[in-house]
């Protein structure tokens, strides 16, 4: 069976502070994709990052940052020097990459708020 | 190019009511998806479609009925609304791998 965990229910932080959005997965696929997608106050799902399972490479963009782990199947993301615009709902998804068509498994989420 | 759009953007039904949900996208994926986001639940998969004239039910797909009579289209049904569908829905496509997202309709049954 598939499965994504966000432990993480919620995260509060101040302004210019770090914080890390943990993701947990699991899988008997030996290829597969994670993402990333951040979902705003204004509801609509925003596509942040796709990882093939194959490239452990970690990634950084701007003030995002992903690290992939195979060995522990982690693949968590972190905000660097946080802003108020970060504050949103944070879901990891996980699908096979073998299969044409297969729907992503969503995590439960992470709401994360950024105060000034 | 406005990608993946859903209509009405928000709708408001009496039990038993029927309505149905349209998803276009001008991308030409192939892959077309209904899911239904629910506090605390996340999105959880509805009905899918890998084609024109083909589609396959997913984790949550009593209730439903789709449609894709052609490709840009997936159309998602409610033949008898009841409170329980009261939820967000989004519509998704994909050609490989990532998945784009329509706004979302905001559905309420009463």
């Known amino acids: 069976a598939q499965k994504v965990t966000q432990a993480q229910t919620e995260i509060s932080v101040v302004e210019k502070e770090d914080v890390t959005l943990d993701c947990v997965y699991e899988t008997r696929d030996t290829t597969y994709y994670l993402f990333w997608y951040k979902q705003p106050p204004s509801g609509e799902l925003v596509f942040l990052i796709r990882r093939n399972s194959f490239d452990e490479q970690n990634e950084i963009s701007g003030r995002y940052s992903w690290n992939f782990q195979k060995s522990t199947s982690s693949f968590n993301f972190t905000i660097t020097a946080s802003q108020v615009v970060d504050s949103a709902v944070y879901f990891c998804a996980l699908t096979p990459a073998n299969q044409a068509g297969t729907a992503l498994i969503f995590g439960k989420g992470t709401t994360l708020s950024v105060s000034s | 190019n406005a990608g993946v759009t859903q209509t009405p953007k928000f709708r408001v039904l009496k039990t038993g009511q029927s309505m149905t949900l349209l998803c276009a996208q001008d991308?030409?994926?192939?892959?077309m998806y209904w899911y239904r986001q629910d506090p605390g639940m996340g999105l959880r998969l509805i009905h899918y479609?890998?084609?024109?004239?083909?589609?396959a039910k997913g984790e949550v797909p009593d209730g439903y009925n789709v449609s894709r009579l052609k490709k840009q289209n997936f159309l998602l049904g409610l033949e008898s609304a009841a409170p329980s569908q009261t939820s967000v829905y989004f519509c998704?496509?994909?050609?490989?791998?990532?998945?784009?997202f329509g706004p979302g309709t905001r559905l309420l049954v009463l």
């Open positions: 479609s890998v084609g024109e004239g083909t589609t």
């Open positions: 998704a496509s994909s050609y490989s791998g990532a998945q784009y």
């Open positions: 991308m030409n994926h192939e892959y």
